[in-house]
């Protein structure tokens, strides 16, 4: 029987050759370029630190088995890791996205991926017909789900029996979720991808991205971009993920606890006009959430009632900080119109919901009634000023 998940966050099932490293309970941090060998044709299984690195392999392997994969490259960034991902593709070929995504990921495809000769078509896949948009140039489907910031599901695995009977890949972001409460590629999905920088590091100080397949063939593909872009991780940052992985579980726990009391709460503000979150049972994919994850996160969507409402809250909060960002351990607010999502076209924008009353909360692992007490001061004071 293999280890929990809770465990897998600190242990990975294989030895490790603990007294390899003087008895270290901490991986250490091999800062090093490069390896000397012990003569020609001998090698320590290092080369140079742009593909191997003990340190960063560690990450690897502890990801990958979080998410039940075979092999995962740990990079510079969560853009980095979409970046490479889409260069198993070339010219002429076409990608299905979803409509509502992570604005730099929408940034890449529309300023990069177009560029590159790779024809993009922009649909809404928690209810349009995927299979229709379809074509004899289509390599793969690309969602998130939950999607940033508005929160539709997605059925993972009927996407991917679409994908895999048309000889598609399935790629899937799964940062809000994280692998302690869904795992894509157990539900069909060829390729998962996380910006590590979120939920897997936790404390908002350190940037890594990570892609992990169940596929060999597709893994040592990936590796080989890795080593000829030249955009892994560095082995501090890879220590810092490594380091935050360990209390993953408790975290992502305590955060969803928050988000279900504090998306409660808001339904009953009446300066809230909409509340998402996929743990309310009026949303439309909570079932699918209930089928396929273990869990529905951290991260809630709101309306206020007007533009002036939304940057009050910006400009009166304190514990709770305007910033961009999300996954750690302290709650953080943000304004998509203007941060994460100021570069996707305004007409797309209000396509999926997000408008300048648009507001998303990455909630922490805090005192929730310290966080409830807060928001409720600041509705407060702006109630008082009107």
């Known amino acids: 029987?293999?280890?929990?998940?809770?465990?897998?966050?600190?242990?990975?099932?294989?030895?490790?050759?603990l007294f390899e490293n003087y008895g270290a309970i901490s991986f250490p941090i091999y800062q090093t370029a490069t390896y000397a060998h012990p003569g020609v044709g001998r090698s320590t299984g290092y080369d140079y630190s742009r593909l191997q690195n003990p340190t960063k392999n560690h990450l690897e392997k502890v990801v990958a088995a979080l998410e039940n994969g075979t092999d995962a490259v740990a990079l510079s960034s969560g853009m980095a890791a979409i970046a490479l991902m889409m260069?198993?593709?070339?010219?002429?070929?076409?990608?299905?996205i979803d409509s509502d995504l992570y604005g730099g990921s929408i940034r890449l495809f529309d300023n990069i991926s177009i560029k590159?000769?790779?024809?993009?078509?922009?649909?809404?896949?928690?209810?349009?017909?995927i299979e229709s948009y379809i074509n004899e140039h289509t390599k793969a489907i690309y969602i998130e789900t939950p999607t940033n910031p508005m929160m539709n599901v997605t059925d993972i695995e009927k996407t991917?029996?679409?994908?895999?009977?048309?000889?598609?890949?399935?790629?899937?972001?799964?940062?809000?979720?994280?692998?302690?409460l869904q795992n894509p590629l157990d539900l069909g999905a060829d390729i998962v991808l996380h910006s590590g920088t979120k939920y897997l590091g936790g404390h908002n100080d350190t940037l890594a991205g990570f892609i992990v397949t169940k596929?060999?063939?597709?893994?040592?593909?990936?590796?080989?971009?890795?080593?000829?872009i030249g955009c892994g991780i560095a082995p501090f940052d890879a220590w810092l993920i490594l380091r935050g992985i360990k209390?993953?579980?408790i975290r992502m726990e305590r955060a969803e606890k928050n988000a279900k009391a504090l998306a409660e709460w808001m339904l009953n503000e009446e300066s809230i006009t909409k509340v998402i979150y996929p743990g309310l049972k009026e949303h439309p994919g909570y079932e699918i959430m209930k089928k396929q994850s273990r869990g529905f996160g951290a991260m809630i969507t709101f309306q206020?009632?007007?533009?002036?409402?939304?940057?009050?809250?910006?400009?009166?909060?304190?514990?709770?900080?305007?910033?961009?960002s999300l996954g750690g351990v302290d709650t953080l607010i943000t304004y998509p119109t203007t941060q994460t999502h100021a570069d996707v076209?305004?007409?797309?924008?209000?396509?999926?919901?997000?408008?300048?009353?648009?507001?998303?909360?990455?909630?922490?692992?805090?005192?929730?009634?310290?966080?409830?007490?807060?928001?409720?001061?600041?509705?407060?004071?702006?109630?008082?000023e009107r």
Do not use: Q, W
Not at 215 to 228: H, P, Q, S
Not at 360 to 377: C, H, K, W, Y
């Open 215 to 228: 596929d060999e063939e597709l893994g040592e593909r990936f590796k080989f971009l890795l080593k000829t």
């Open 87 to 96: 260069e198993l593709f070339k010219p002429g070929d076409h990608i299905i």
């Open 345 to 384: 076209p305004k007409e797309i924008r209000e396509k999926n919901g997000i408008t300048e009353a648009t507001l998303r909360l990455s909630v922490g692992i805090e005192d929730v009634e310290d966080l409830i007490s807060e928001l409720s001061a600041v509705f407060e004071d702006i109630k008082k």
């Open 1 to 17: 029987m293999g280890r929990s998940i809770d465990t897998k966050c600190l242990h990975l099932e294989e030895d490790e050759g």
């Open 304 to 324: 206020v009632e007007s533009k002036e409402f939304a940057l009050s809250i910006l400009e009166k909060v304190r514990m709770i900080k305007y910033a961009e």
């Open 160 to 180: 991917a029996k679409i994908a895999k009977e048309h000889g598609a890949l399935l790629v899937v972001d799964n940062t809000f979720l994280t692998p302690y």
């Open 247 to 249: 209390t993953l579980g």
């Open 116 to 129: 590159n000769g790779i024809s993009i078509t922009r649909i809404d896949c928690y209810k349009d017909d």
